[in-house]
C-alpha cells in the first residue's frame, strides 16, 4: 500500500505473502529504470496468482543489461509506462508483506523511489529480504545467489533471469528456508529463532566475547550468553 512511511525489513518466515523481482536496465538505482516487474501471491505457501509485466523505460536498454535478462528495446517498445504498471502492482499486493532476494539492497530502492516520483508517497508494506534469510539460516554455504539457493536445494534453475521464472524459483527456495527456522529440514542447518520476535539470532562479537544477537536488531535488543 501506499503511504507516508516506509515498511519493515524482518528476518521471518510467513505462510501469506507477495514474492516479487525486478528487471532493470542497470543495477543504479539512481540512474536505472525498471523495466520488467513480476510477482507471485502465496497463501499459505501456496502460489494462488501471478502478476507479471513488462514496462517501456523511456530510454534504450544496454546491451549488458539485455545480455543478462534477454529483454531488448523491440520487447518493451510497445509496454505501458512504469507509473501504470506501478500502480496495478500495488493493487496486486495490497497490504501483503513483500518477499524477495535481495530486495533489501536492490528492488525495494526503485519501488520507493518510483512511488514518490509518480504518486508522492511510499511503500508502507513490510518485506522479507531472503538473501538476508539465507545468510543467517545457511551460513556455511559459500554464495547465497538465488542460483546457489536454487541449486542447494535441487530446484529447477531453467528460464532463470525472466522476472516470473525468478519468482516461481524464490517462491520455493523461500519455503525452504522456513523448514531450517522450524528445524523440520534436519539437523544440519537448525537456526535458532529470538524467544521474543521469533527472527534468526546470530553469533555476535562484543566487548565481553561471543554472544547471541537478534537480527531484528535494533527493532528487537534481545541477547543471550552462548
Ligand atoms: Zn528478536
Excluded at 525489513?9 to 542497470?26: A, M, Q, R, S
Excluded at 546470530?202 to 528487537?220: A, L, Q, V
Aim: include cysteine; hydrophobic fraction near 35%.
Amino acid at each position: 500500500m501506499l503511504g507516508n512511511t516506509k515498511g519493515r525489513l524482518i528476518n521471518k518466515y510467513v505462510p501469506d505473502y507477495v514474492l516479487f523481482d525486478l528487471e532493470t536496465t542497470g543495477t543504479s538505482s539512481n540512474y536505472d529504470e525498471v523495466i520488467e516487474i513480476s510477482a507471485v501471491k502465496v497463501q499459505s505457501g501456496v502460489i494462488v496468482g501471478e502478476f507479471s509485466q513488462l514496462v517501456n523505460p523511456g530510454k534504450s536498454i544496454p546491451y549488458a543489461a539485455s545480455m543478462v535478462n534477454h529483454i531488448t528495446d523491440d520487447m518493451v517498445a510497445e509496454a505501458p509506462e512504469f507509473e501504470e504498471i506501478l500502480q496495478a502492482f500495488m493493487d496486486f499486493v495490497g497490504d501483503s508483506i513483500l518477499v524477495g532476494h535481495n530486495i533489501n539492497s536492490f528492488d525495494m530502492k526503485f519501488l520507493y523511489r518510483d512511488s514518490e516520483r509518480y504518486f508522492g508517497q511510499t511503500v508502507t508494506n513490510d518485506y522479507i529480504d531472503t538473501l538476508k534469510l539465507a545468510r543467517l539460516c545457511l551460513p556455511d554455504l559459500g554464495h547465497h545467489r538465488l542460483s546457489d539457493l536454487a541449486q542447494y536445494y535441487g530446484i529447477s534453475t531453467e528460464g532463470a533471469h525472466r522476472a516470473l521464472n525468478d519468482c516461481r524459483m524464490n517462491q520455493q527456495v523461500f519455503e525452504q528456508l522456513a523448514k531450517e527456522m522450524d528445524g523440520s529440514a534436519g539437523e544440519k542447518a537448525k537456526v535458532k529463532l529470538c524467544p521474543i520476535c521469533g527472527q534468526p539470532m546470530r553469533k555476535r562479537n562484543g566487548r565481553f566475547g561471543e554472544f547471541w544477537g537478534c537480527s531484528g536488531f535494533p527493532g528487537c535488543r534481545y541477547t543471550e550468553n552462548i
